[in-house]
Protein backbone atom coordinates (compact mmCIF):
# COMPACT_ATOMS: atom_id res chain seq x y z
CA UNK A 1 0.00 0.00 0.00
CA UNK A 2 1.31 3.39 -0.83
CA UNK A 3 -0.35 6.62 -1.12
CA UNK A 4 0.28 10.37 -0.81
CA UNK A 5 1.16 11.72 3.04
CA UNK A 6 -1.26 14.40 2.16
CA UNK A 7 -3.78 12.49 -0.20
CA UNK A 8 -6.92 13.61 2.16
CA UNK A 9 -6.28 17.45 1.47
CA UNK A 10 -4.80 16.81 -2.04
CA UNK A 11 -8.44 15.01 -2.43
CA UNK A 12 -10.51 17.71 -1.18
CA UNK A 13 -8.89 20.19 -2.84
CA UNK A 14 -9.11 18.63 -6.24
CA UNK A 15 -12.92 17.92 -5.69
CA UNK A 16 -13.29 21.62 -4.94
CA UNK A 17 -11.38 22.45 -8.24
CA UNK A 18 -13.82 19.87 -10.18
CA UNK A 19 -16.97 21.53 -9.06
CA UNK A 20 -16.20 24.98 -9.59
CA UNK A 21 -14.91 24.31 -13.07
CA UNK A 22 -18.01 21.96 -13.86
CA UNK A 23 -19.96 25.06 -13.03
CA UNK A 24 -17.69 27.59 -15.00
CA UNK A 25 -16.58 25.77 -18.15
CA UNK A 26 -20.03 24.63 -19.16
CA UNK A 27 -21.28 28.82 -18.82
CA UNK A 28 -18.11 29.64 -20.43
CA UNK A 29 -19.12 28.38 -23.49
CA UNK A 30 -22.72 28.82 -23.10
CA UNK A 31 -21.83 32.82 -23.43
CA UNK A 32 -19.50 32.01 -26.11
CA UNK A 33 -22.40 30.68 -28.23
CA UNK A 34 -24.62 33.66 -27.19
CA UNK A 35 -20.75 35.67 -28.26
CA UNK A 36 -21.23 37.72 -25.13
CA UNK A 37 -17.37 37.66 -25.49
CA UNK A 38 -16.31 40.52 -22.61
CA UNK A 39 -18.31 38.22 -19.45
CA UNK A 40 -16.63 34.65 -21.36
CA UNK A 41 -13.41 35.97 -20.90
CA UNK A 42 -14.27 36.79 -17.32
CA UNK A 43 -15.27 33.24 -16.47
CA UNK A 44 -12.29 32.11 -18.34
CA UNK A 45 -9.86 34.16 -16.63
CA UNK A 46 -11.55 32.99 -13.19
CA UNK A 47 -10.96 29.32 -14.26
CA UNK A 48 -7.29 30.10 -15.07
CA UNK A 49 -6.69 31.91 -12.06
CA UNK A 50 -8.47 28.82 -9.63
CA UNK A 51 -5.54 26.70 -11.62
CA UNK A 52 -2.88 28.69 -10.22
CA UNK A 53 -4.17 28.95 -7.17
CA UNK A 54 -4.99 25.01 -7.07
CA UNK A 55 -1.08 24.55 -8.12
CA UNK A 56 0.19 26.81 -5.71
CA UNK A 57 -1.02 25.58 -2.99
CA UNK A 58 -0.19 21.83 -3.76
CA UNK A 59 3.60 22.96 -3.93
CA UNK A 60 2.22 25.37 -0.42
CA UNK A 61 1.42 22.11 1.52
CA UNK A 62 4.42 20.61 3.86
CA UNK A 63 5.31 17.61 1.81
CA UNK A 64 3.08 18.81 -0.90
CA UNK A 65 3.16 15.96 -4.00
CA UNK A 66 6.00 14.92 -3.01
CA UNK A 67 5.91 13.02 0.33
CA UNK A 68 4.99 9.56 -0.06
CA UNK A 69 3.81 6.76 2.66
CA UNK A 70 4.50 3.37 2.24
CA UNK A 71 2.98 0.08 4.30
CA UNK A 72 4.01 -3.65 3.49
CA UNK A 73 4.74 -7.01 5.98
CA UNK A 74 8.03 -4.66 7.35
CA UNK A 75 6.58 -1.86 8.40
CA UNK A 76 6.22 1.67 7.61
CA UNK A 77 7.87 3.91 5.45
CA UNK A 78 7.89 7.44 4.50
CA UNK A 79 9.54 8.76 0.74
CA UNK A 80 10.85 11.97 0.32
CA UNK A 81 11.18 13.41 -2.86
CA UNK A 82 11.86 9.81 -4.16
CA UNK A 83 13.82 8.62 -1.46
CA UNK A 84 12.82 6.54 1.82
CA UNK A 85 13.50 8.60 4.28
CA UNK A 86 12.19 6.70 7.80
CA UNK A 87 11.47 3.46 8.11
CA UNK A 88 9.41 2.27 11.24
CA UNK A 89 9.14 -1.71 11.15
CA UNK A 90 5.91 -2.89 12.66
CA UNK A 91 7.49 -4.08 16.14
CA UNK A 92 9.56 -1.17 16.65
CA UNK A 93 6.45 0.90 16.71
CA UNK A 94 5.53 2.29 19.89
CA UNK A 95 2.37 4.24 19.78
CA UNK A 96 -0.15 5.09 16.91
CA UNK A 97 -2.35 7.94 18.10
CA UNK A 98 -4.71 10.28 16.54
CA UNK A 99 -2.93 14.06 15.19
CA UNK A 100 -4.68 16.98 16.47
CA UNK A 101 -1.97 19.44 14.95
CA UNK A 102 -2.73 17.98 11.41
CA UNK A 103 -6.31 17.43 11.16
CA UNK A 104 -8.73 15.15 12.58
CA UNK A 105 -8.18 12.54 10.04
CA UNK A 106 -4.68 12.50 10.75
CA UNK A 107 -2.11 9.36 12.52
CA UNK A 108 0.83 10.51 13.74
CA UNK A 109 2.84 6.94 14.24
CA UNK A 110 6.12 7.09 17.20
CA UNK A 111 8.90 4.66 17.40
CA UNK A 112 10.82 3.20 20.09
CA UNK A 113 13.51 5.81 19.09
CA UNK A 114 10.97 8.83 19.67
CA UNK A 115 10.72 9.37 15.56
CA UNK A 116 7.70 10.58 14.06
CA UNK A 117 5.61 9.66 10.51
CA UNK A 118 2.44 10.99 10.36
CA UNK A 119 0.01 10.94 7.73
CA UNK A 120 -3.91 11.60 6.89
CA UNK A 121 -5.51 8.06 7.39
CA UNK A 122 -8.74 6.12 6.31
CA UNK A 123 -10.95 3.09 7.41
CA UNK A 124 -8.97 1.34 4.79
CA UNK A 125 -5.51 2.21 6.22
CA UNK A 126 -6.82 2.24 10.07
CA UNK A 127 -7.57 -1.57 9.21
CA UNK A 128 -4.25 -2.35 6.94
CA UNK A 129 -1.85 -0.99 9.85
CA UNK A 130 -3.97 -3.27 12.44
CA UNK A 131 -4.04 -6.62 10.49
CA UNK A 132 -0.11 -6.25 10.87
CA UNK A 133 0.09 -4.25 14.22
CA UNK A 134 -1.85 -7.76 15.65
CA UNK A 135 0.95 -10.30 14.25
CA UNK A 136 4.06 -8.02 15.70
CA UNK A 137 5.98 -10.55 18.29
CA UNK A 138 6.24 -10.39 22.39
CA UNK A 139 9.52 -8.59 23.13
CA UNK A 140 11.97 -10.03 25.43
CA UNK A 141 14.67 -7.64 26.84
CA UNK A 142 18.07 -8.55 28.69
CA UNK A 143 20.12 -6.26 30.73
CA UNK A 144 24.04 -6.54 32.15
CA UNK A 145 23.25 -5.61 35.47
CA UNK A 146 19.80 -5.33 37.23
CA UNK A 147 18.42 -2.25 37.42
CA UNK A 148 20.23 -1.05 40.75
CA UNK A 149 23.48 -2.04 39.33
CA UNK A 150 24.35 -4.52 42.20
CA UNK A 151 24.02 -7.70 40.00
CA UNK A 152 25.99 -8.38 36.62
CA UNK A 153 24.91 -10.91 33.94
CA UNK A 154 25.84 -12.03 30.76
CA UNK A 155 25.07 -13.65 27.89
CA UNK A 156 28.15 -15.79 27.43
CA UNK A 157 29.73 -19.42 26.99
CA UNK A 158 27.06 -22.09 26.32
CA UNK A 159 24.04 -19.03 26.63
CA UNK A 160 26.23 -17.10 23.55
CA UNK A 161 26.17 -20.15 21.47
CA UNK A 162 22.51 -20.75 21.85
CA UNK A 163 22.07 -17.66 20.83
CA UNK A 164 23.78 -17.91 17.93
CA UNK A 165 21.96 -21.36 16.97
CA UNK A 166 18.75 -19.62 17.47
CA UNK A 167 19.13 -17.00 15.03
CA UNK A 168 20.86 -18.92 12.59
CA UNK A 169 18.02 -21.23 12.26
CA UNK A 170 15.45 -18.24 12.76
CA UNK A 171 16.94 -15.79 10.34
CA UNK A 172 19.09 -14.79 6.98
CA UNK A 173 20.57 -11.85 7.58
CA UNK A 174 23.61 -10.56 10.26
CA UNK A 175 24.85 -7.60 10.55
CA UNK A 176 27.00 -5.41 13.18
CA UNK A 177 29.38 -2.43 12.92
CA UNK A 178 32.65 -2.11 11.85
CA UNK A 179 34.57 1.24 12.81
CA UNK A 180 37.88 -0.08 12.65
CA UNK A 181 37.35 -1.06 9.39
CA UNK A 182 39.46 -4.63 10.12
CA UNK A 183 40.28 -7.37 8.16
CA UNK A 184 38.55 -9.82 10.38
CA UNK A 185 35.78 -9.86 8.00
CA UNK A 186 37.56 -11.29 4.87
CA UNK A 187 37.03 -14.80 6.11
CA UNK A 188 33.69 -14.47 5.03
CA UNK A 189 33.92 -12.10 2.47
CA UNK A 190 31.87 -14.60 0.16
CA UNK A 191 28.78 -14.14 2.47
CA UNK A 192 28.54 -10.44 2.55
CA UNK A 193 25.55 -9.17 0.95
CA UNK A 194 24.23 -5.24 0.32
CA UNK A 195 22.85 -3.15 3.33
CA UNK A 196 19.33 -3.01 3.00
CA UNK A 197 17.05 0.08 4.26
CA UNK A 198 15.97 -2.78 7.38
CA UNK A 199 19.30 -3.14 8.89
CA UNK A 200 20.23 0.99 8.26
CA UNK A 201 17.37 1.57 10.68
CA UNK A 202 18.19 -0.47 13.31
CA UNK A 203 21.70 1.26 14.03
CA UNK A 204 20.41 4.79 12.58
CA UNK A 205 18.22 5.15 15.89
CA UNK A 206 21.39 4.58 18.00
CA UNK A 207 24.05 6.63 16.15
CA UNK A 208 24.42 9.60 13.70
CA UNK A 209 24.85 7.70 10.61
CA UNK A 210 25.67 10.16 7.57
CA UNK A 211 26.05 7.06 5.51
CA UNK A 212 25.82 3.75 7.20
CA UNK A 213 27.31 1.78 3.97
CA UNK A 214 30.27 2.68 4.73
CA UNK A 215 30.43 0.67 8.60
CA UNK A 216 27.53 -1.45 8.65
CA UNK A 217 28.57 -4.48 7.78
CA UNK A 218 25.57 -7.25 7.04
CA UNK A 219 26.37 -11.15 5.67
CA UNK A 220 24.17 -13.65 4.68
CA UNK A 221 23.40 -16.29 7.52
CA UNK A 222 25.52 -19.07 6.88
CA UNK A 223 27.43 -22.15 9.28
CA UNK A 224 30.42 -20.44 7.96
CA UNK A 225 29.40 -16.95 9.27
CA UNK A 226 27.84 -18.39 12.70
CA UNK A 227 31.54 -20.08 13.07
CA UNK A 228 33.18 -17.12 12.24
CA UNK A 229 30.49 -15.02 14.90
CA UNK A 230 31.56 -17.69 17.37
CA UNK A 231 34.84 -17.47 17.54
CA UNK A 232 35.05 -13.25 17.25
CA UNK A 233 33.42 -13.68 20.62
CA UNK A 234 32.64 -15.57 23.76
CA UNK A 235 29.68 -13.16 24.73
CA UNK A 236 27.37 -10.65 23.34
CA UNK A 237 28.30 -8.23 25.27
CA UNK A 238 32.00 -8.33 23.53
CA UNK A 239 31.01 -6.89 20.46
CA UNK A 240 32.00 -3.60 20.96
CA UNK A 241 35.12 -1.42 21.32
CA UNK A 242 34.82 -1.44 17.07
CA UNK A 243 33.43 -4.56 15.98
CA UNK A 244 30.37 -3.75 17.81
CA UNK A 245 25.98 -4.05 18.22
CA UNK A 246 25.32 -7.65 16.32
CA UNK A 247 21.71 -7.73 15.16
CA UNK A 248 19.66 -10.73 13.34
CA UNK A 249 17.12 -10.09 10.46
CA UNK A 250 14.45 -12.69 9.47
CA UNK A 251 14.12 -13.13 5.55
CA UNK A 252 11.50 -10.86 5.14
CA UNK A 253 13.32 -8.09 6.72
CA UNK A 254 11.91 -7.97 10.37
CA UNK A 255 13.95 -7.77 12.88
CA UNK A 256 14.52 -10.90 15.33
CA UNK A 257 17.29 -10.19 17.59
CA UNK A 258 19.58 -6.23 18.14
CA UNK A 259 22.05 -5.35 20.81
CA UNK A 260 23.59 -2.34 22.00
CA UNK A 261 26.34 -4.05 23.36
CA UNK A 262 28.07 -0.43 25.50
CA UNK A 263 24.71 0.14 26.81
CA UNK A 264 24.39 -3.40 27.66
CA UNK A 265 21.19 -4.63 26.05
CA UNK A 266 19.35 -6.92 24.52
CA UNK A 267 16.67 -7.33 22.39
CA UNK A 268 14.82 -10.35 20.82
CA UNK A 269 11.68 -10.35 19.25
CA UNK A 270 10.49 -13.52 18.51
CA UNK A 271 6.95 -15.16 17.07
CA UNK A 272 5.29 -17.40 18.08
CA UNK A 273 5.96 -20.02 15.84
CA UNK A 274 9.77 -19.60 16.76
CA UNK A 275 11.12 -21.68 19.91
CA UNK A 276 13.11 -19.41 21.85
CA UNK A 277 12.61 -21.03 25.02
CA UNK A 278 15.90 -22.69 25.75
CA UNK A 279 17.27 -19.68 24.91
CA UNK A 280 15.23 -17.13 27.40
CA UNK A 281 16.08 -19.57 29.99
CA UNK A 282 19.36 -18.94 29.89
CA UNK A 283 19.35 -15.61 31.72
CA UNK A 284 17.43 -13.21 33.29
CA UNK A 285 15.18 -11.96 30.16
CA UNK A 286 11.98 -9.49 30.57
CA UNK A 287 9.19 -9.61 29.29
CA UNK A 288 7.14 -6.29 27.14
CA UNK A 289 9.57 -4.05 29.78
CA UNK A 290 12.04 -1.92 28.18
CA UNK A 291 14.12 -0.02 31.41
CA UNK A 292 13.81 3.72 31.34
CA UNK A 293 16.83 5.44 32.37
Not at 218 to 239: I, K, N, Q, T, Y
Not at 247 to 265: I, K, N, Q
Request: hydrophobic share 40%; proline share 3%; charged share 25%.
Amino acid sequence: MRFKQNWSILLQMRMGFCVISAILIPYCVYLLCRQEWIFALVLLFIELFLVGCFCFMTRAIPGGRTNEIEMDARGITLHQDGKADLFFPWDEIASVRKSRRYGTNTLVVTNRAGKEIWFFTSRRIEAYMMSHMEKTPVTYYFYDTNETGTAEYDLSGDAYQELLAVCGKNCAIVSFLDRTHSKKCEAIEASRIPVPECVSAVYRRHYALEDESQIVQCFRVSDEVLRFLSDHADSVFDWKCGVEDLAFFREDGTTFFTSVAHEGECILTPRDSEDVEGLIRSGPWTMNRRRVY
